[in-house]
DNA sequence: CAGGGAAGTCGAAGCGCTTCGACTATCCGG
DNA sequence: CCGGATAGTCGAAGCGCTTCGACTTCCCTG
């Protein structure tokens, strides 16, 4: 193993001094800095870890802990897992993967034993069991997602709300009087989970202030159970020319839905979708949606947490922007309705 | 903080029996034993991470390497990086999760640092840049994946072979006598991955070895693709009564492709699929499939992990076996084929 | 009953790094 | 031309742990 003296002998200077130019806490003539910097690639020196996170008590790794449960859409979660990583190598961190099998005392084991001086937890629910802990171990944590009670806690989350009123907001500019909503299993309400609720009254508010008429249903993920309930949906409302639907599992089969009904979008009806980009291109047609940017999401909470580390002040709550991506799947609704 | 002196001096005892109690490398009386573990709990002390690796020239931390691609079924990657994370927590490690965004020299990073002990690299190419910068770095290291030379290395793999073959043989067994693989997308075998010429070869041969008409298609993941394939084959081969799928992102559109052109599965033809067991679970009919064991192949890429770091020996190549779970999607072929 | 080994414990030496205080050389203003 | 910053470098202490050798008991065997 190459060691921080291997440099300093093969350069001519004291351990203190490479030190110093591998942190840039002190000032190091241009002369020196060189000659150090070229025998670190010579030798081709590493800084021990450990040593390094003794000596200076900072890890330089942050924990990164993603949900149990896996009924969340598991592309999106790992999207974030990748621009996590991507943005904290950025920051010359490291990411630890924790999963919640180990439950909070994971997080405890982690915190206490130094192994990480940061913490990223996703999917908060709204009565989330780490949330506490997380106050107990009074380490730096961004959280994505809002628990009930986010005194003294830094959040990040997509502004769901204003998703939703820009879907209905499009659906209602292009004409649309009656529509509805098509939701997450009823599953993820009943666990207390902000965002279906945040989804919800940002599409009802939103629905009130232009006068529409619409409808809201959970949706569960089975193909049948999608039939039923999108034919339903249409019987009960024969003037229905507009859906919103936030639920990945569910977009395949309502469009199979629709076609099998003899329903063509976006002539009949309109479909704007709060889904991954990716799932809105690949159906046909090309979905309108509002996508979940969760690459944008991961990189804001690193930067969150990085400013933490750095002892700055950051916004207690971000709400990241929603933006509407053009498809094919809505127009204007048919003239007789 | 709590450090070992602390505890040390609450139980009466020297730091050195801690560290003997902590690591049972020395015997211990009973009486300071329990003495020390209880002032351990008292304290809440936890050993700090950075010094015992410092000292002990182990970090208790694998790396995890994700690939970087995404055409790869995220689900699966998903429960195969949860099953490490709990098989390393397991036998006291932790896991730091490297993406390919940094290439290579990430990989040169961790090692050379001694942030980890040791690696899990997923998703191996014949032809993998990593590959040679394992043997590089020297580290116990497990590759999940079989690269064109695999020597010197511990791969695990699932036992594609074997699983194609086992799709063939039940189709076979049931009365089939024509019948068609549905793979992966061209791209996929285009970049050289082992396991879809492994599998296309599994099925040839067995194809081969029972006597049956055979024809082999890979698959585009859109919808439409998939539907374009499935009618032009089965306008080429009007006596096919069995398809092997194994693309997960042609399975929904298969089914619902076959309902469209009036063929009921199973009566009309039957289907097997290689695919995540919950995929087959999902769609209706259940489908009859040979599920890829994510968990497992996690859990056995881990044991072997742990193996090489105790330095015992390990076979170079772990296959792990498949089986078939009944579904409702296949039965014997119409009686006028 | 002497001698040898096992069981149980301790002290001290580092592991490789950061950081603080101290030191020298250089430069500036008065 | 002198006193005091400032830039640049070094030495040494110490971060919290593991581990090796040494020591003391105690028990067993011949």
Redesign the interface.
Known sequence: ??TIADVARHAGVSPSTVSYVLSGKRSISERTRSRVEESISAL???????????ASSR?N?IA?V?PLR?DMH??I??QF??SV??GA?EHDH??????N??GPD?L???A????VDAVIVMDIELNDSRVPVLREIGLPAVLIGFPADPAELTCVDWDFVAAAARCVDHLADLGHREIAFLGPPSAVFARGTGFAQRTTSGFESTVARRGLRATVRPCE????AVRDTVKRLLDDHPGLTGLVIHNEAAV?PLL?TLRGLGRHVPQDISVVAMCPEDLAG???PRLTAVPIPAEEIGRRAVELLMSKLDHLSVPPATLIAPHLLPGESTAAPPADS
């Open positions: 193993m190459v081709g020196y590493h800084p021990h870890a450990g040593a390094r996170s003794l890890a790794v990164l993603l896996t598991v592309p979660l790992m897992a990748t990583v991507t190598r490291d990411v630890l993967l924790l999963t099998d180990e994971g405890r084991r982690v206490r034993s130094a192994l993920p089975s193909h049948s395949a199979e690949q159906v046909v």
